[in-house]
């Protein structure tokens, strides 16, 4: 099995606590890390996680609110202080660039690596991002400002070659490759060896989907129907769901209703109110909705599987 | 005695570790709380040190560079998500207010207060607040960029009036503030009792100096001379003596020796290199020189006495 997991940085709101620090996660995908959201301190937690500033070549940023993005400052720094050489990818709305860049030019001047920003349209579901084995795409999201979830999904994976059927025909090492991508095999006197003898299918492509911030929007539901697992912010519980619709958020219930709705196989509640002193409540809401669902935490780790 | 503590948010330097945060301090005169420097995650270090958000209205920056402001963007977010109303004055060189100000026009465009800043030259030694109780000057310092230490200085305080002669001289409440502030009592048959046998002296008034970030720098001598506490950058032992030079900083052999010819009391030594592993060698070296030093970290509180 191949690693894909996400790592909770940060999973409070906008107010920081003792308990909670700012939104921030990496998607570890085959040992290639992938940072969502970079609030104030992300680089304190991803080094508190023992994760390795070197893997790390691309940020998504879901919106321009402070508790998503400004620990952006600070993480470029220690990138260049550590001696960085490879472009650090950022992708976010268009804004993004020009309030981040003034910034950069003034305390960052002499960096040993390049920041690009790549702008997306939060308002669409497009690609922004694809390497040979990852596809990134935005989930369009109701927020006060323009906001965009992300959708990481594998690639297909080639197809497992069954080793003892190797042995058996002694199928030769430069054709492996071959095999792999379906072809059949033939022996040295002429015997047809079907694909299907060879190889048995790959674990079909895992995919995840980050949802904050947003109020309960269906229009997300075609976007991220199956994912393996779903992380929905769940700021408040039903109890306040006025103020919920008044700062555009969701209650853990209406999370719940995405995830069961979507037909997610699993859910991570986050982004929690600093007023929130038992988040237990909120688990238990979702969970009559939703019955797999987990709350984040600063230091977990979950495996998309 | 009035409550004058120095508290140690982040004293690690530009780089992080999993062991010290970025530098920021809290001095707490008299319950009013006054920041130096703000690095990245000073917000939540001052919330994990139970420290009143309510209380700080003025915060001193000695340099721009990130390790020693990043934070202020979480910090003056936070304020406003807590309903500050009352100015925050932030005193640093006139380059800030450039670089911040669009940014909080961004990030911050709905505050409920006034983010006032306000200029000082970091080449001269001057005064740059006062209030009824404490004057703050800067202390020039050399570093890679223009750069200031502060000096906090409680002002003369009223002498204290001795109890047993107010009761026996009966001295009426309306000339209680008359005595303290050295005028001799009349007694309602004409006998002058002198000031002296009415009161005794108040505490000297108790003096802080902040120095980081800098090289050894003799020019701060005089300024600091006799206070009672000097929080001076230790950034490198002397084996990096290279190393120190070359980033524009001091050695905790510096910091004691600048320690020493200023006469202070005591020294607290920080902005710790994250190269360094065991920092009691930092110590030794000081107190080779000056044996009255300590060693800052996360959460210390050190009272000045």
Redesign the interface.
Known sequence: MERFEINILGCGS?????KH??SSQVVNLRDKLFMIDCG??A??QF??MKLSFSRLDHIFISH????HC??L??LI??LG??GRTADLDIYAQP?AEK?FR??LN???SELSYRVVFHAFDPKKNTLIFEDRTLKVSTIPLRHRVPTAGFLFEEKPKSPHIVREMLDFYQIPFSQINAVKEGADFVTPDGQIVPNARLTRPAEAPKRYAYCSDTIYYEKIIPIIENVDVLYHEATFCETRSERTKQTMHSTARQAAEIARAANVKQLILGHFSARITDENLLLKEACEVFPNTILAKEGLTVTVE
């Open positions: 906008a107010l920081p606590t003792t620090s700012l104030e301190a680089q304190l080094r508190a321009l609110h402070g508790d400004f620990g400052f600070g720094s220690t202080m550590l804004d309030v003034p910034m003034y305390f960052c």
